[in-house]
């Protein structure tokens, strides 16, 4: 029964529901940190390796950031509910390329002086925001296990990891001042909008769930 039941669902919602999806995710996630090693070691990253790999771990980290939010709706609107099994891991590949970002900018623009991060993190404010973005992807990945969820319980849980939403907003702005000295916005235009656009929708979803929600409530009284 429950085969027959998987041989009638859409094509996306098998592939989703298959034993081999988040293993081949988790491959597919990786592909992007192969691509910038191999660039580093094959001095294919232009004049500046250090800054290329920096800024390209950052995109990824977007990229990243970006799949996560559109989970959600793409659930709602196609139906797949089989997504929400892959949002977790999206969620700690923001995280793994949010920290390689991190790191890669601490070794190769700091030299590991934590003294001199600090510093810099203190007087430039889109290093600021970058770390606080980071630190609430640090509070998000580790409480995104089960056991978080028990421990936490549901609604806290939740409420936590809306600060998904800050990350969103923090990391834009991190974006935006890091390409102020250089006067190019268009990329930083359209991340903007596209997350701000997912941003809306949920605003918007959560307003109408909790409408029908009451009208339904209403109804029952």
Known sequence: MAAASRAVQP??????????????LGVLGLVPLAWLVWGAVA???GANPAEALIRGLGDWTLRALVLVLLVTPLRVVS????LARVRRLIGLFVF???SLHLLAYAWL??????AEVLRDTAKRPFILVGMLAWLLLLALAATSFNRAIRTLGAARWQALHRAVYAVA???????FWMRAGKNDFAEVAVY???????????????????GSQGS??????
């Open 43 to 45: 001095n294919q990253l």
């Open 109 to 114: 623009d700091m030299g590991w002086d934590i």
């Open 96 to 98: 793994f390329y949010g």
């Open 216 to 221: 339904s409530v209403s109804s029952r009284t």
């Open 169 to 175: 907003v923090l990391a834009v702005l991190h974006f």
């Open 192 to 210: 903007a909008l596209v997350l701000g656009a997912l941003l809306a929708w949920r605003v918007v979803h959560r307003r109408a769930r909790g």
């Open 79 to 82: 139906g797949w509910t089989a």
């Open 11 to 24: 094509w996306p919602q098998r592939a989703l529901l298959h034993p081999a999806c988040k293993p081949l």
